[in-house]
């Protein structure tokens, strides 16, 4: 079993809501982002991990910062996490269940449960995965039994990196899965048609080694053309592929 399944394994019970990781849930994935960056919005590029699919090269440099969640929730059981509530229309029972105050900013993080029940984007599929079960499910469901899962190797933290020989186009199919800030472990996944997906080797600014997957979408027309993305990028929708980095906190799901 890959190591980024196992990890969630290793203890038991419930985790609690942890509201200084709040800027790493799923408001902040690359790929969901279908609304635009404000006229005087100040964007940092290292952590939306941005670029054209023409600087896949060796000698590419790029500030990152790629996020991750440590909130040390673990997966629930099947049974048990088909038996708690994960519905917008049930949020009082859930903060109940969790003894969350109403305003809190607890509570604010789990509300963002709303985010799973947003219709998918042109050419997506999506869905927020509750236990090891329905992850499994959902994934082979779009790519078939046979599957690879692979998590970037890159420590948490803000450097420059120089993209490295070696460079390797994984498929032209994936599911990227991240996990969201809650007590016990769910997913945020979704499925893009027209993605490619690499493994890019990157040397850092302070010597060491790491490799990081990253998503190229060729059409993304249906984005707003006031994306964040398009404005860091300079490019209009639709017009050439734009790729970025998935975070630390994610697993990426490719055919074998």
């Known amino acids: 079993m890959p190591k980024a399944i196992l990890d969630l394994l290793q203890s038991k019970g419930l985790s609690s809501v942890d ?6 849930t799923i408001h902040i994935h690359f790929d969901k982002f279908s609304q635009p960056a404000g006229e005087e919005a100040q964007v940092d590029d290292s952590k939306i991990g941005s670029f054209l699919e ?22 629930l059981p099947h049974q048990v996490a088909e038996s708690i509530p994960f519905s917008s229309n049930k949020l009082p029972e859930i903060l109940n269940r969790f003894s969350l ?22 050419g997506e599929a999506r869905y927020c995965t509750t236990s090891l079960e329905s992850l499994i499910d959902f994934s082979t469901s779009k790519l078939g039994r046979n599957v690879n899962v692979l998590a970037n190797e890159v420590k948490t933290g803000s450097q420059e990196y120089e993209f490295g020989v070696g460079m390797e186009k994984l498929a032209d199919k994936s599911v990227v899965c991240y996990k969201m800030n809650y007590p016990y472990v769910v997913f945020y996944c979704h499925t893009f048609t ?17 490799k990081a997957m990253s998503s190229c979408h060729s059409d993304r027309s249906a984005w707003h053309p006031k994306h964040v993305a398009f404005k860091v990028l300079n490019v209009k929708p639709g017009t050439v592929p734009v790729c970025h980095f998935v975070h630390n906190n994610a697993m990426v799901w490719i055919p074998k």
């Open 19 to 24: 509201a200084s990781t709040a800027s790493c």
């Open 54 to 75: 023409t600087d896949l090269h060796p000698g590419k440099k790029m500030k990152m910062n790629l996020a991750t969640t440590t909130n040390g929730a673990v997966f």
């Open 101 to 122: 105050k109403e305003k809190s900013t607890e509570a604010e993080i789990i509300k963002e449960l709303e985010e799973c029940e947003e219709p998918a984007m042109e």
């Open 194 to 210: 027209k993605t490619r997906t690499y493994m890019i080797p990157l040397v850092g600014a302070d010597g060491s080694k790491a």
